[in-house]
């Protein structure tokens, strides 16, 4: 499914960047003090790519390993 970038933000805050990965603010937080996620700084303010979060969660899969029957 396609997101409408047309209408949408281009930055996200903290906040909203939790929102959309289900997860708490200050984890966002510290996943950008890690520099695992991508942030932009707006003057004062760090805000978070839009395009970023579907990447993060594309470069965090875990796949799961398929064992051989015996």
Known sequence: ???DTT???LLVTF????NLL???ES??????????LAAVRV???LMIPR???PGFVTANIIHP???ARR
């Open 43 to 45: 003057g004062k303010r």
């Open 1 to 3: 499914m396609e997101e």
């Open 22 to 24: 289900g997860t708490s």
């Open 7 to 9: 209408s949408a933000p």
């Open 27 to 36: 984890k966002v937080r510290s996943l950008v003090r890690r520099r695992q």
């Open 65 to 67: 390993v398929l064992q």
């Open 15 to 18: 906040r909203e960047a939790a």
């Open 51 to 53: 395009h970023a979060i």
